[in-house]
């Protein structure tokens, strides 16, 4: 059981940070073939260590990379694997603010066996590990990331069954994670936003008409991800959230069905990252079902507006939260990752300032 003196890290980064406008230039230029990969490689490198200067500067005690090498938060994993392949008519579907469905097209989907080629997440830490000074974390998807990743159509032939899929997915992840223990990683956080869909009825109907049960996919994932969290040596954390595009998203409703569903079974996760900013996320109360040898970071910051929250309000809704969970396991992060251009980079700053003052004043 985790030791709940044991961490006094009350101020989190979740995930992605701002693309700086330098980066997203070399980008562009990297893809129309003006830029040389080597080249594009050190501005990549220049804006990561802007990132962690930015942490560092803000008195953060466990910082990441920023997600600044990734196109998309789950590219670390689908950069390094085989068996994707470019289909046509493959979507995600997400939800408006007016509860319409909205779909963006994904160019690839599972199309044969899913097998580890290399670990771009391993590359990422240990550039990082080179130049942080203080204690570094990696985000990791969850193997669920296979919703993401199935088409209906496509992906059969390789996996007729989607839950060995999601037990191939697991396999893969779990060779990431030993290798990154063997290079010295100790913190990994990893990412679930579809655990958010056992919540939201709607998306339930959506997954049914894939063949994806959500029950069984909620049941599945997290005892899996909790197999994963087994790895000795790790502190591992899990970040549940409702996805991160500008007024969409992945599910909508409260933590009471994630509470009874997902927090009981899994043991093994030191951290959860619970994001608190969505429409109808619900109260605090679900809280109390998480075995208080955790730690909670409550998501109270929003990545998809620019509106600074006040000192006053965070102070406010974190007491509300400690109704239900020790205040001395929870700290404060924001709700998402910053790479979805909502935020200037000035915003992010304000915005993870704001995080570490609050989490100061509540916990010094």
């Not at 000795?232 to 069905?257: K, Q």
């Not at 030191?270 to 605090?284: A, I, M, W």
């Amino acid at each position: 059981m985790r030791d709940r003196n044991q961490d006094r890290n009350h101020a989190h980064v979740t995930g992605s940070m701002s693309v700086p406008p330098f980066l997203a230039d070399a980008r562009k230029a990297l893809v129309a073939g003006e830029l040389a990969p080597a080249d594009y490689k050190w501005v990549e490198d220049r804006a990561v260590d802007e990132a962690i200067a930015v942490q560092e500067a803000l008195g953060l005690e466990l910082i990441n990379d920023g997600e600044l090498r990734r196109a998309m938060w789950f590219e670390g994993l689908t950069s390094s694997i085989a068996g994707l392949g470019p289909v046509q008519g493959h979507v995600m579907k997400w939800k408006s603010t007016d509860g319409s469905i909205l779909e963006f097209p994904m160019p690839y989907a599972i199309v044969d066996k899913v097998r580890r080629v290399r670990s771009k997440t391993v590359e990422e830490f240990t550039y990082l590990r080179s130049r942080a000074r203080t204690e570094i974390k990696v985000t990791i998807p969850s193997p669920t990331i296979a919703t993401a990743l199935w088409s209906p159509r496509d992906s059969p032939s390789a996996y007729p069954d989607f839950f060995d899929l999601v037990q191939d997915m697991g396999s893969v992840i779990r060779e990431e994670i030993e290798e990154l223990v063997s290079v010295g990683c100790r913190h990994i956080q990893i990412d679930a936003p579809d655990l958010s869909f056992v919540s939201d009825p709607s998306r339930r109907d959506l997954l049914a008409e894939d063949g994806i049960p959500v029950d069984r996919l909620a049941a599945e994932g997290i005892e899996l991800i909790n197999d994963l969290a087994s790895v000795p040596g790790v502190e591992f954390s899990i970040h549940i959230c409702r996805g991160n595009l500008p007024d969409a998203w992945m599910a909508s409703g409260g933590y009471e069905l994630v509470a009874e569903q997902v927090f009981g079974r899994a043991p093994n996760i030191d951290r959860f990252l619970l994001e608190y900013t969505s429409p109808g996320v619900g109260s605090f109360e679900p809280l109390a079902k998480l075995p208080d040898d955790k730690q909670i970071v409550l998501g109270l910051v929003a990545s998809k507006t620019r509106e600074l929250e006040s000192p006053e309000l965070l102070e406010r809704r974190i007491k509300e939260a400690a109704q239900y969970f020790p205040l001395e396991q929870l700290a404060l992060s924001s709700s998402c990752g910053f790479a979805n251009g909502v935020c200037t980079m000035a915003d992010q700053q304000a915005k993870l300032g704001v995080v570490a003052s609050v989490a100061n004043t509540v916990w010094g």
